[in-house]
């Protein structure tokens, strides 16, 4: 009824629910943009702090954490309130981003990193729950060239912001800028934001949120460190490989006599929520691979500075942010959204090939319209799967469905950095040793390459060595993510194009018996 009530003051309330749409979008942007900017100043953080293997682990132990902790943060706004809930994370996050600038070492950086994404796993969820508490999904469409635009203004100024940045003022101020916006979001959202607080007796499943963390961990360990740091048939990828799947295997059985799952199994009955779940898991997979590897590709191959990079990076969020709103709009205009999963993955499957085949003779002017394709594909899916896969659950299912889809989205970026990582980087280092020897080796331990400026000091041969080892790790990586993105086309052509849930009932008669009527034809229709 809480929920419902606030359903119902969206008509009644229009000018309060932008204001409260405007503090969410602030701490969307915070969410979103710290990814941007640490992608760019990547590089010169990695040339700066440690050698080349630890690249991956940066943003890993960012999305590893976010992970983890987003399906508890989705049950504790279900169970205690969404407001409490989102203003802790908020708080975690910028702490987190305080300690990530002050760290001296590697090791230090991914352990903050750690902290910051605990928090960062609630922001996304916390945005998306209470706005699908708030705006009916028929209604919602209105909404999403909102979100859509903070995003591709996180996408697109974070890249800018982060090169600017890490050239004039050093990376570390690349996670010091996260505190100025994250103290305004705070302040905004605890003025503007008044949601009936909860009140329940039962327990937090902190069983099964242990068991998803460990099988979690596990997994994404073993594609990280597989093939790399151990072999694949070592003692220690078996162990870790063992302990994830049996961590896993727990967590889905405990979530069948949990009194409160934090993942309920129920929700995977509708076809289209685990369909989508599925298509954020590959688009999570493919969006941060694009983003971490481009820069390496332009500032290491088509010697752009990280300003520069960024900048270069405008054709695929331009195009990410063109499409997303007209998806947004006619969805909202016609109801019907089923073409966008599919012509979405259509372009991405395009998007990535193109970008395989670049080498060290690609103009910018190619990679850019390349990357435009693969933008307009992600344009097409990273709206309409919260979307529609909220559309799928009843209003009492909403907060662990949008952690759920969130989690789909997150996990695979973490599985994209690692596995895409761990084929760059190997790929990266056989070449460099057939073309340039023992020379190539140490150039490729001492990470001094990643910076454009000091790639300028190395020999010619080691130089020309690195540009076609770095042509080859990104001609591996899209290539992979290319054929991943084939099981997003399959998944987008059996979706069923159930109507979505409007406001008109509500109107008539009220949001809480129009949620609750419309909430369980869409399960049964999708199932």
Sequence with gaps: ?????????????????????????????????????VGTAMPTIVGELGGLQHLAWVV??????????????????????????????????????????MAQNMGELIGFRAVQGLGAGGLMVGVMAIIGDMIPPRERGKYQGMMAGIMALAMIGGPLVGGTITDHWGWRWAFYINLPLGVVA?????????????????????LGAGLLTVGITSIVLVTTWGGSEYAWTSARIMELTGIGVASLI??????????????????????????????????GFVMFGAVLFLPLYQQAVQGASATNSGLLLLP?????????????????????????????????????????????????LTSGVYMAVLGAGMGC????TMLVAQNSVEMRDMGVAS???????????SFGVAIMGALFNNRVQH?????????????????????????????????????HAVSAGTHSAFLLGSVVAVAALLAAVFVKEVPLRGAGHDKQAGAAAGDAADAQPAVAEAV
């Design 1 to 37: 009824m809480a929920d419902s009530a606030v359903s119902a003051g969206v008509d009644k309330q229009p000018r309060s629910v932008r204001v409260v749409l405007l503090a969410l979008m602030i701490a969307m942007l915070l969410a979103m943009l710290d990814n941007m900017i």
């Design 60 to 101: 890993t132990a960012y999305t590893l954490a976010t992970a983890a902790s987003t399906p508890l943060w989705g049950k504790l706004g279900d169970m205690y309130g969404r407001k409490g809930s989102f203003m802790t994370s908020i708080v975690i996050f910028l702490i987190g981003s305080a300690l990530s600038g």
């Design 186 to 206: 705070l302040l905004a959202v605890s003025a503007v934001l008044h949601l009936p607080k909860k009140r329940t007796k039962a327990r937090i499943d902190y």
């Design 250 to 283: 727990g967590f889905v059985y405990w979530q069948t006599k949990a009194a409160e799952p934090v993942v309920p199994l129920h929700i995977f009955r509708g076809r289209n929520f685990s369909l989508m779940s599925l298509i954020g898991f590959i688009t």
């Design 316 to 364: 695929m969020l331009g195009a990410m942010l063109v499409v997303s709103m007209v998806a947004g709009r006619v969805t909202t205009n016609s109801g019907r959204y089923k073409i966008f999963p599919v012509a979405g993955s259509v372009l991405m499957i395009a998007g990535l090939f193109l970008l395989s085949q670049m080498d060290t003779e690609t103009s910018r």
């Design 381 to 384: 899916l990273m709206q309409i």
């Design 403 to 413: 952690s759920t889809t969130t989690l789909a989205r997150t996990l695979g970026s």
């Design 431 to 467: 070449v460099m040793s057939e073309r340039a020897g023992a020379l190539g080796s140490k150039v490729t331990e001492q990470s001094a390459q990643l910076d454009a400026k000091s790639l300028q000091k190395l020999p010619e041969a080691a130089r020309e060595a690195y540009q």
